[in-house]
């Protein structure tokens, strides 16, 4: 590629996986090669152009999004952007990461790419994937 120019829009697939993972998920493929998430100009909430970020869903959380494990988002510009936009798609899934004060509950560790991070406000720097882990307990 030469220097100063962009490599041009990116192609999407007419049928298989990659089409069939695009049409089924809330993002809309923009004509510049770039997602853009649809809700995101209802919800008040930020997103940065770019690809995709995965949210993964643990196990405990699993009722509220019918099972699903991996989640598709819009990079989103903060944390709480994100948890946000799960809640939309998914009611209540926010009341079970976030307390009443609006902090993180205490069993709950969010992961931006395999970084703890507590700090709901902090921006995101195009992030790839975001790991809910919830803590078990028992004796």
């Known amino acids: 590629m030469r220097a100063g120019r962009s490599p ?8 298989g996986p ?11 493929f ?7 998430d649809i809700d995101s100009r209802r ?7 770019g690809p995709p970020m995965i949210v993964r869903i643990p196990g405990l959380l ?3 999004t019918a099972g699903t494990e991996a989640v598709d988002l819009a990079a989103p510009a903060t944390l709480g952007d994100a948890v946000g936009a799960l809640d ?11 307390d009443e004060q609006g902090a993180i509950r205490p069993h709950i560790k969010l992961f931006v ?4 991070t507590r700090n709901l406000a902090a921006p995101l720097a195009m992030p790839r994937e975001l790991v809910i882990v919830g803590a078990l307990s028992g004796g």
Do not use: M
């Open 113 to 116: 790419d395999g970084v703890l």
């Open 88 to 98: 939309s798609r998914f009611p209540g899934l926010r009341f079970r990461i976030i």
């Open 30 to 36: 923009g004509g510049r090669g770039e997602f853009s």
């Open 8 to 15: 041009g829009p990116k192609r999407v697939p007419a049928s």
């Open 43 to 49: 919800g008040g909430a930020t997103f940065a152009a």
């Open 18 to 28: 990659d089409a069939r993972r695009l049409r089924n998920s809330s993002f809309a």
């Open 62 to 64: 699993r009722s509220y």
